[in-house]
């Protein structure tokens, strides 16, 4: 399996897919993790993070917020999502490994509700589903 998880500075899971500068990218065999690298997304967003990660052969992605736009296009490319996380990328990536990853199976980017008034205005589409 090769896993992503939207990676901050700190080696935090990102808490935006769309907005993510970065994946830390695992390879994950027999209920463990071999080997992990970082990787930048080269300004790519939103649904166009698909193609991107879909061409670094991920097959996986944990990640915290994200939308269902984004989640469709991510499934389009046979990308199994597990949203909701929060917390060390490394531990998330090792509770996936054993098969112990707790994640949210409706994630979606509610972190705009205090921006927003609950939607997602900035992406032009008034709804999360922009991702």
């Known amino acids: 399996?090769?896993?992503?998880?939207?990676?901050?500075?700190?080696?935090?899971?990102?808490?935006?897919f769309g907005h993510t500068?970065?994946?830390?990218?695992y390879t994950i065999e027999d209920?463990?993790?071999?080997?992990g690298e970082v990787i930048d997304t080269a300004g790519a967003g939103h649904?166009?993070?698909?193609?991107f990660l879909a061409k670094q052969g991920v097959d996986t992605l944990i990640c915290g917020?994200?939308?269902?736009?984004?989640?469709?296009?991510l499934a389009m490319c046979g990308?199994?999502?597990?949203?909701?996380i929060t917390g060390l990328a490394d531990a998330a990536a090792e509770a996936l490994a054993r098969g112990s990853l707790a994640?949210?199976?409706?994630?979606?980017?509610?972190?705009?509700?205090?921006e927003?008034?609950?939607?997602?205005?900035?992406?032009?589409?008034?709804?999360c589903g922009c991702h």
Do not use: W
């Not at 992503?4 to 899971?13: C, F, L, S």
């Not at 990308?79 to 909701?84: E, L, N, Q």
């Open 1 to 16: 399996m090769k896993a992503a998880v939207t990676y901050d500075e700190n080696g935090m899971v990102f808490q935006h």
């Open 65 to 73: 917020g994200i939308g269902p736009g984004a989640v469709n296009a």
């Open 31 to 35: 209920g463990r993790v071999l080997s």
């Open 21 to 25: 500068e970065r994946f830390k990218v």
């Open 79 to 84: 990308i199994r999502v597990f949203g909701g």
């Open 47 to 51: 649904e166009a993070l698909a193609v």
């Open 103 to 114: 994640y949210n199976p409706e994630p979606n980017c509610d972190h705009h509700d205090g």
């Open 116 to 127: 927003h008034g609950g939607h997602c205005e900035h992406h032009g589409e008034g709804h």
